[in-house]
């Protein structure tokens, strides 16, 4: 769904494999292409599918669900009511890239105001944990160096108090 006001555009998304279905709403910040995921998403009925959901964005800004899909088909439809509050504008998730890996450790930046944010891990993009090292202060943000001690590893900022 286009929010041509905002110069957004707002994407409702099922987490595949998740059992009990969980939806998530991704922002994309028009003018600047950058994409910035909800911190937190919605569980719904185990028989739930987006599948023949109708979207609409509330003159308040908000993203109105409603309908959906018991089993992906048009031939067995919920009465499903969502409201979701996507970020305010101009608010995209700060960028976090990788400067260098030296010595078997890594060390990732990115900006934004100190403490704003915390860096989460997982191995798995299912299970994240907060990375205990404080993050020191970089160029035009903040920086971390972690171990490289897993053969694969993800990262994530979350907005703090999210």
Known sequence: MVDPEGGRAHLLAQAAGSNPPEIRLFTVELAAGALTASAQSQVLDPAYVLYGAGITRLTDGRVFVTGGSADGSNFNPVRHTLLVTPPPAGTAAPSLGIVGTTGGQIELVWSGDPGAYI??????????????????????????????DQSRRFFRLLPVGQ
């Open 119 to 148: 860096l989460q891990e997982s191995t798995n993009l299912m299970d994240w944990t907060t990375v205990s090292v404080e993050p020191g202060p970089a160029d035009a943000g903040q920086h971390i160096t972690v171990p490289l």
